[in-house]
């Protein structure tokens, strides 16, 4: 388990996502809809992403956390 949280920028993410896309259509407004739905698609991946993250270490720094690895760490002597 890492022990650094990890946070991406959703719009940088985003713009690398759409900047590494071949998006190819007949007319702009469809290559303008292709791009908006990958750049929102991975804006709200990253969110979600981050918000998993913050949960995780909010999980790591609860009380309920330690006293579950203190009953592991028991097992394991015993």
Do not use: C, W
Not at 29 to 38: C, E, G, N, P, Q
Not at 54 to 69: G, R, T, V
Request: zero cysteines; charged letters at 30%; hydrophobic letters at 45%.
């Amino acid at each position: 388990m890492a022990k650094e949280k990890i946070k991406i920028d959703p719009n940088e993410f985003a713009l690398a996502v759409i900047g590494g896309s071949n998006l190819k259509a007949d007319d702009d407004t469809r290559a303008s809809k292709d791009a908006l739905k990958r750049y929102l698609t991975a804006y709200m991946l990253i969110e979600n992403f981050n918000k998993l993250e913050a949960e995780q270490f909010k999980f790591i720094n609860s009380s309920d956390f330690e006293l579950m690895m203190k009953a592991l760490e028991h097992m394991r002597i015993n």
